[in-house]
């Protein structure tokens, strides 16, 4: 056998599972790291027929799946018992509802005047860039309204 015929064999051996698990992870190893063994794999597994096989009866097959899953699990109902609990949170409807009391709460504790109030001294005079101007009013308005508020 040549060089080439054994590898083409080793590789077969591999794709039907035949080898050790010693020589199947030093194959996986050389898979990952040598681009050639991968070409080398790809052709051998393209030659073969029907490598892994087809499913004699694939009804069967299903039946046996589906009756080792749990009938009754505990833990698998309990997700979606959470998730129908907390489902309103993610609708649309909620978030906007929240959205508009806020902005309600704020439009009728006059937030928006005193805002707007001081907003207007932003805007008179050439004392310096609009950002630094900014940020002296908003600090001097939140302080005059944390006065207020005591």
Not at 75 to 95: D, E, F, G, M, Y
Not at 115 to 130: F, P, R, T, V
């Amino acid at each position: 056998m040549t060089d080439g015929t054994q590898r083409q064999e080793m590789w077969r051996q591999y794709i039907l599972g035949e080898l050790s698990p010693g020589k199947r992870d030093e194959l996986d190893q050389w898979l990952a790291e040598d681009e050639t063994a991968l070409e080398e794999y790809l052709v051998v597994f393209e030659s073969m027929e029907h490598p892994i096989g087809d499913l004699p009866d694939i009804y069967a097959f299903t039946d046996r799946v589906m009756n080792a899953l749990p009938v009754n699990d505990s833990s698998v109902n309990q997700p979606l018992q959470l998730h129908r609990k907390w489902a309103w949170i993610k609708h649309p409807i909620t978030h906007y509802t929240i959205a508009a009391s806020i902005t309600l709460l704020l439009i009728t504790s006059g937030f928006f005047d005193r805002l707007e109030q001081n907003a207007d001294h932003l805007w008179s005079g050439d004392n310096g860039s609009i950002s630094e101007q900014w940020l002296s009013r908003t600090t001097s308005w939140l302080d005059s309204w944390n006065r207020s508020d005591k």
